[in-house]
């Protein structure tokens, strides 16, 4: 039997395109030189598309596939799918939720711990002979016992938070309505009121239209020049030219960043920035995680294929 035609989006690491290779005809979007043509050259054909967070799938890619049935995205965040095209067509949706959280989790803190005490700069130090020459380094930032805000307390959310409270961490949290699974942690309704709060700030809500600039320039003012953001979310939750501005003129004091508008290019505004801690959206890349969503793609896809339920369907 012929194999089911698939568009995939952007590359995945060797260990899942063999499987996928085995599993579908994968047509590589990523790898055309003329993008439209491939798509209208194997639009007709494809069934389902194989994405990233990142990449999502937008309209005229979901519109040059008439008979598209299945979209499933390499991790959790869906919100670059055109969700409405998708509805509109009865198009499933999948993404890799849960074998994600914890590294996620992870990078949110240690960029909380390495940019509050500055250890990119004292690696920098100890390695350039600054040590030797200049003397010690100079101080910085305590975090254990300090406020701590995380803005959207869902399955990330609430691994931060989990994680903060090792570090005795004063915890606040603000989501739609309070949790039951968090009545350790302050509830705090506006994101405003969470941010006037804080030291940190920790981004985690999945991102959609609804909360595209949560984080605004009040928010960013109510934070201060003591308080740092932390964003392992997407780029669109925080309004970024007002971080930008914010940042250099010592309004907000520091920002750890995963993600930002238009990566990978940064704006370059941001490698003038020496209170800002920049990491290339990797906050899920681990061998381990990456190989569980890899895997969560392709049991998505075969599943959709094989007429069993999705395992994990956001739509
Ligand atoms: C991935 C992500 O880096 O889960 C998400 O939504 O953005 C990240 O886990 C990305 O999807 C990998 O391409």
């Known amino acids: 039997m012929a194999k089911v035609e698939i568009l995939q989006v952007g590359p995945y690491p060797e260990w899942d395109q063999a499987p996928l290779d085995a599993a579908f005809t994968a047509h590589r979007y990523f790898e055309a030189n003329d993008k439209p043509a491939l798509l209208t050259q194997v639009g007709p054909h494809v069934r389902g598309i194989a994405t990233r967070g990142e990449l999502g ?46 590294d996620v989790a992870d990078l949110g803190v240690a960029m909380m711990l390495a940019q509050s005490r500055g250890m990119i700069g004292a690696e920098k130090w100890a390695r350039d002979g600054s040590w030797a020459s200049k003397g010690l380094y100079p101080l ?10 995380v803005l959207g307390l869902g399955r990330i959310g609430f691994e931060v938070a989990k994680r903060l409270a090792g570090f005795d961490l004063d915890i606040a949290y603000s989501d739609v309505a309070p949790k039951d699974y968090a009545r350790d942690w302050t509830f705090v309704q506006s994101a405003v ?6 030291d940190f700030l920790f981004v985690t809500l999945a991102a959609s239209a609804k909360t595209r600039h949560i984080v605004n320039i009040d928010v960013i003012n109510a934070l201060g020049p003591d308080g740092m ?27 750890a960043l995963d993600v930002f508008e238009g990566e990978p290019t940064l704006n370059p505004r941001f490698l003038e920035l020496e209170n800002v801690m920049l990491q290339p959206h990797h906050a899920s890349g681990t061998f381990e995680t990456r190989k569980a969503m890899g895997a969560l793609v392709r049991e998505n896809l075969m599943a959709h294929f094989d007429g069993k339920p999705l395992l994990t369907q956001v739509l």
């Open 229 to 255: 953001i932390i964003n392992i979310s997407r780029a669109a939750n925080i309004d970024e030219e007002a971080l930008l501005d914010a940042l250099e003129s010592g309004r907000l004091g520091s920002a």
């Open 57 to 102: 799938a937008d309209a005229a890619m979901i519109a040059a596939c008439p008979d598209l049935e299945v979209i499933a995205v390499y991790g959790v965040g869906y919100d670059a799918v055109d969700l409405g095209a998708c509805k509109a067509r009865g198009i499933k949706v999948t993404n890799t939720p849960d074998v994600l959280t914890n």
């Open 140 to 149: 910085q930032k305590r975090v254990w016992g300090k406020k701590a805000g």
């Open 193 to 198: 009121d969470l941010a006037a709060r804080s």
